[in-house]
């Protein structure tokens, strides 16, 4: 079936580090993909997505570009802020609604 | 506007008792997801309804778990009898569905609520 597969972490920068947190999956025809973003004690909040091959999903700084031929979809910021600590999820949809989710990995972030 | 709200934020309840949780998806809102978050198990979608009815329970884990949507505005997630292995944090979760082209958008998730069986 499908599966998403995410970097362990917790990923640990200093602030104003480049930020990567690799995303792979497998899947069956072409899924859209997403990264949601779980604050401590919140629920999960849509980050960005990309619905086809190629697209890039881009907001607060974040991206992620949906590569077909490595079956990937990697997050990346530029400059990461403490802030953006928090728990990130790649995920993608089966049939337009399911979505499935990696473990997540917890993003750390210090002054 | 009010997002996704869920109720209680935290229970605790002794094993054999039985548990509910609520959940108000935002208004105008056509589908409804549960899942539940685990350390061991990651994030797992539960069931999911559409205008109400329920399309895919493959995920519900036991008959101990039963859903309902008795209407548009609330949701109710039971457990009965409860375990200790079904402490997790349960999150409800609302989108809108075009019936028409089948196609689903942004799911807004609640809070959480947070069970701990002992």
């Known amino acids: 079936g499908n599966s998403v597969t995410q970097m362990e972490g917790p990923v640990t920068l200093s602030e104003e580090a480049f930020l990567t947190i690799n995303c792979t999956y497998t899947?069956?025809?072409?899924?859209?993909l997403f990264w949601y973003v779980q604050y401590p004690g919140e629920g999960l909040q849509l980050l960005l997505k990309?619905?086809?091959?190629?697209d890039k999903g881009s907001n607060k700084g974040f991206e992620a570009t949906y590569r077909k031929e490595t079956t990937s979809f990697h997050l990346e910021k530029g400059s990461v802020q403490v802030s953006d600590s928090a728990v990130y999820f790649c995920a993608l949809s089966e049939g337009f609604q399911k979505l499935v989710f990696g473990t997540g990995t917890r993003l750390l972030v210090s002054p | 506007d009010a997002g996704v709200i869920q109720s209680p934020r935290h229970e605790v309840t002794e094993m054999g008792q039985e548990v509910t949780l609520r959940c108000k998806p935002i208004s105008g809102h056509n589908s409804l997801f549960w899942y539940r978050q685990t350390m061991m198990r990651g994030l797992e979608l539960l069931i999911y309804?559409?205008?109400?009815?329920?399309?895919?329970d493959s995920g519900m884990p036991e008959d101990r778990f039963s859903a309902k949507m008795p209407n548009a505005s609330f949701s109710t997630l039971k457990i009965q009898p409860s375990e200790p292995r079904d402490s997790a944090v349960y999150f409800c979760?609302?989108?809108?569905?075009?019936?028409?082209?089948?196609?689903?958008?942004?799911?807004?998730f609640g809070p959480g609520t947070r069970l701990t069986v002992t």
């Open positions: 309804f559409n205008n109400n009815v329920p399309i895919d």
């Open positions: 979760a609302s989108s809108l569905f075009f019936t028409g082209t089948g196609v689903g958008y942004e799911q807004y």
């Open positions: 899947a069956t025809g072409y899924p859209s």
């Open positions: 990309a619905t086809k091959a190629d």
